[in-house]
């Protein structure tokens, strides 16, 4: 007998889902939903900011306070305009230092970390140390390398080195010691070696930790650099600022304070970029 009440089952072509659209709605569609998605992550942050900043320039307005206590911020932005090319100029120099210090930071915390996944003896040994160093007040250690190395841009590479390699290092030997067993095994009884199983399991399987390990160091970069120039440089964002404290050019600092705060937002979405390049498939997931 003929079933008279068939269920009705969805088709690729029926128009039930976006299957059923023509391709051009389909990718419409998936367009809006999408930037839906994105701004429904980017208006919290923004509608705060903006709430923030408003509150800021009422009191300021309202209470009638110097500029040289606390500018509104109309006025940081129309004197850090005024002053962009001053701004600029020291700008360069801070990134300079920034990409050579976390450059040797990023070679550090790889050098260590694979010593460390392939030696156990190294594990024990240098994981204590690592902590250790995170330890070390770097307000009191800077100006010591300042007196040992001069005004050059090794000791500033080596502060930004000591705030942004230790969250490298841990996320790479986590993400290492993370990888799943059973691939491992199966290159194992394959007869790979240990560097073959380095190569394919475990080195593609730590790069998820390894990225967002990478965005938490990235975004102590340059505020490393800028508290390195307080200490002792003749050009950059934190000589600029603290000249322009000494000047009570309270404005012109919060206008630098909004650079740095801005290129550590880009460094940071940058690493996203980086991300979708280097692990694709990690996204396609």
């Given at each position: 007998?003929?079933?008279?009440?068939?269920?009705?089952?969805?088709?690729?072509?029926?128009?039930?889902?976006?299957?059923?659209?023509?391709?051009?709605?389909?990718?419409?569609?998936?367009?809006?939903?999408?930037?839906?998605?994105?701004?429904?992550?980017?208006?919290?942050?923004?509608?705060?900011?903006?709430?923030?900043?408003?509150?800021?320039?009422?009191?300021?307005?309202?209470?009638?306070?110097?500029?040289q206590?606390?500018?509104?911020?109309?006025?940081?932005?129309?004197?850090?305009?005024?002053?962009?090319?001053?701004?600029?100029?020291?700008?360069?120099?801070?990134?300079?230092?920034?990409?050579?210090?976390?450059?040797?930071?990023?070679?550090?915390?790889?050098a260590i970390?694979?010593?460390?996944?392939?030696?156990?003896?190294?594990?024990?040994?240098?994981?204590?140390?690592?902590?250790?160093?995170?330890?070390?007040?770097?307000?009191?250690?800077?100006?010591?390398?300042?007196?040992?190395?001069?005004?050059?841009?090794?000791?500033?590479?080596?502060?930004?080195?000591?705030?942004?390699?230790?969250?490298?290092?841990?996320?790479?030997?986590?993400?290492?010691?993370?990888?799943?067993?059973?691939?491992?095994?199966?290159?194992?009884?394959?007869?790979?070696?240990?560097?073959?199983?380095?190569?394919?399991?475990?080195?593609?399987?730590?790069?998820?930790r390894?990225?967002?390990?990478?965005?938490?160091?990235?975004?102590?970069?340059?505020?490393?650099?800028?508290?390195?120039?307080?200490?002792?440089?003749?050009?950059?964002?934190?000589?600029?600022?603290?000249?322009?404290?000494n000047?009570?050019?309270t404005?012109?600092?919060?206008?630098?304070?909004?650079?740095?705060?801005?290129?550590?937002?880009?460094?940071?979405?940058?690493?996203?970029?980086?991300?979708?390049?280097?692990?694709?498939?990690?996204?396609?997931?």
């Amino acid at each position: 007998m003929l079933d008279r009440n068939p269920r009705r089952v969805e088709t690729p072509g029926s128009p039930g889902g976006d299957a059923g659209l023509a391709p051009s709605k389909r990718g419409t569609r998936r367009v809006e939903v999408r930037d839906s998605r994105v701004w429904g992550r980017v208006a919290p942050p923004l509608v705060l900011v903006a709430a923030g900043l408003a509150g800021w320039q009422w009191y300021v307005t309202a209470a009638e306070v110097r500029p040289q206590v606390l500018p509104s911020p109309l006025r940081v932005l129309e004197q850090g305009w005024a002053f962009r090319d001053q701004i600029w100029a020291n700008t360069v120099p801070t990134l300079q230092v920034t990409a050579v210090g976390f450059a040797v930071s990023l070679a550090l915390g790889w050098a260590i970390a694979i010593a460390v996944d392939f030696s156990p003896w190294l594990r024990r040994a240098l994981t204590p140390l690592l902590v250790a160093s995170q330890t070390l007040p770097i307000i009191a250690i800077a100006p010591l390398l300042i007196i040992w190395f001069g005004f050059g841009m090794f000791p500033k590479v080596v502060v930004i080195a000591l705030v942004t390699f230790f969250p490298i290092t841990v996320g790479l030997i986590e993400g290492f010691a993370a990888t799943d067993r059973q691939a491992t095994n199966l290159l194992r009884s394959m007869g790979a070696s240990r560097w073959q199983q380095f190569r394919y399991v475990r080195l593609p399987g730590a790069m998820p930790r390894f990225f967002t390990a990478l965005r938490i160091g990235i975004t102590y970069a340059v505020t490393g650099a800028i508290f390195a120039e307080y200490v002792g440089a003749t050009a950059g964002l934190g000589i600029f600022m603290s000249l322009q404290k000494n000047s009570f050019r309270t404005d012109l600092v919060l206008a630098a304070v909004l650079v740095t705060a801005l290129l550590s937002v880009a460094l940071f979405l940058l690493t996203y970029a980086v991300e979708r390049l280097v692990i694709p498939w990690w996204h396609r997931g």
